[in-house]
Structures are given as structure tokens and as C-alpha cells.
């Protein structure tokens, strides 16, 4: 999964398809993702310490990460992710449509060097 925390999104599937906002969390192991006010439901909470009032709680759940796509900052179109290799070996996400780069995600290594 190439999206990470504080990327903006855009639900493409499901009961909230349409909606956009950033990624709270990201579970790279269930292959889900929390966006900020997509998939909300209603948690019914007890009174207590922490939360004298009780009652009924907004909160998000987990979304699919393949029901989301990536918004590009600079012209606000969906588009998918990419990686690739840079000529001094270090790796770095792309946005396949435009083909600007994201950011650096690995260190460079000598094994991937472009000669």
C-alpha cells in the first residue's frame, strides 16, 4: 500500500463514494485505512470518567484501502500511485498521471544505481 497518513483521498466505492478527506490511520497489515469523516457510524458509549456524558458517538471505521484513490495536490484529479527508481537509487512515489514526484519512501542503495 503506497498511501500514508495525511494524504488526501477520495472514496471510490461504497456508501460514502464521492467523499474526500485525509488518512488518519493506516493498517498496512488488514490493508485498511481511516479517512477523516468517510464511514461513519454511531458507537453507544456508557457513562464514565472519561466520558460523563455517554450516549451515542460519532466515529469513523476502517475503509477498504483499494475503495480509495489519491487526490493530486496541484491540479485535485484522482489518480493511482507508482513507484520508481531514482538515478542515484533511492525510491520514491509518483503519481501516475502527471508523473510528479511525492517524495522519497527509501534510502538510496547501490544495487539500484542507474550506470
Do not use: F, W
Not at 483521498?9 to 468517510?38: F, P, S
Not at 476502517?62 to 496541484?74: F, G, K, L, R, T
Amino acid at each position: 500500500m503506497l498511501l500514508k497518513v495525511d494524504d488526501v483521498v477520495e472514496v471510490i466505492a461504497g456508501g460514502d463514494k464521492g467523499h474526500r478527506g485525509k488518512i488518519l490511520v493506516c493498517d498496512r497489515k488488514k490493508n485498511k485505512v481511516v479517512v477523516e469523516g468517510a464511514g461513519l457510524v454511531l458507537k453507544h458509549v456508557a457513562r464514565s470518567q472519561k466520558n460523563t456524558q455517554g450516549g451515542r458517538l460519532s466515529k469513523e471505521m476502517p475503509i477498504q484501502a483499494s475503495n480509495v484513490m489519491y487526490v493530486e495536490q496541484s491540479t485535485g484529479q484522482t489518480t493511482r500511485l507508482g513507484v520508481r527508481y531514482l538515478e542515484d537509487g533511492s525510491k520514491e512515489r509518483y503519481a501516475k498521471k502527471s508523473g510528479a514526484s511525492l517524495g522519497k519512501i527509501a534510502p538510496a542503495r547501490d544495487r539500484y544505481k542507474k550506470a
